[in-house]
């Protein structure tokens, strides 16, 4: 039995996969969750042992009742003690005005978004508490903390997201449990997500943002690596990062009425 289990809920091409390998790299077995795409996912865990590491994968409808639990229970039974799990689940359903999102698809946003991750919580916390030792580390996006228009259910489920994330870390840190909410403020190279969404715009896309222009998923797994192992007298609760050449949210679609430069 492993000595740490490192469990990803969507682990896709992009921040799920390699940060799933960064892990394994370290030593810890991988357990690879995802929605669909067996091949996707045989592909991912595949490469993770030809390098060495220790993977599964397993598929899972996290809207689903009871899927989230059951796999956290079998983890935990059958292959080792979960050390760091990220929930890395989009809630994006695309720009929608507010007549052109139904009720059904706010609340999938929203299941995927806010309330898998409180059934994950549920799931996973008295092993950690038990142990005194344990991580959650939250993949989070700008509409966590600034709601565009057309983002009506994106914004509802990732502020909702960020919020449970202060939660949990308020009851759970003096317990050991280490809750870190991480705010990807720009446009991820993951074929999973952003690729499908741009299609063949894609390449494209990532050519006009430049060098360094959009995050690196490998480089971002070393971002969570780096949170899932803070010394206790030195936890982050919340970072935010971004390409160096991209505007912060809080700065971003500035007033042009505003001359910011020196007279």
């Known amino acids: 039995m492993a000595k740490r289990v490192f469990l990803v809920i969507g682990a896709g091409a992009g921040i799920g996969g390699h940060t ?8 810890y077995h991988a357990v690879l969750a995802r929605r669909s795409d067996e ?9 993770i042992q030809e390098q060495g590491g220790k993977a599964t994968g397993t598929l899972l409808d996290a809207a689903a009742d009871g899927t989230i639990e059951e796999l956290i229970d079998r983890v935990e039974r059958d ?3 979960i050390h760091t799990v990220l929930y890395n689940l989009g809630a994006q359903i695309g720009n929608r005005t507010l007549a052109d999102t139904p009720h059904r698809t706010f609340e999938l946003g929203w299941r995927l978004g806010c309330f898998g991750l409180f059934r994950l919580a549920h ?5 950690m508490a038990a142990r005194d030792n344990g991580t959650i580390l939250v993949t989070s996006a700008t509409a966590a903390v600034r709601g565009n228009a057309g983002q009506h259910s994106h914004a509802a489920a990732m502020g909702g997201r960020r919020m449970l ?20 403020d720009g446009s991820v190279d993951a074929p999973d997500t952003l690729g499908k969404l741009l299609g063949e715009r894609f390449e494209a896309y990532k050519q006009a943002k430049g060098v360094d222009g ?7 797994a070393e971002t969570y690596w780096h ?6 007298n030195c936890w982050s609760h919340e970072v935010d ?6 505007v912060p949210w809080w700065n971003d679609n500035p007033n042009p009425g505003i001359d910011t430069k020196p007279k």
């Open 79 to 81: 292959i080792g003690p």
């Open 214 to 220: 959009v995050v690196d998923p490998a480089a971002l």
């Open 39 to 47: 091949a996707g996912l045989t592909k991912l865990v595949e490469g």
């Open 123 to 127: 799931a996973v916390t008295p092993h």
């Open 241 to 246: 990062v971004r390409p160096y050449t991209d």
């Open 20 to 27: 799933a390998g960064r892990f394994a790299r370290g030593g």
């Open 227 to 232: 949170l899932a192992h803070q010394p206790r």
């Open 165 to 184: 994330c202060q939660t949990l870390n308020a009851e759970f840190a003096p317990q050991g449990v280490h809750v870190a909410h991480v705010v990807v």
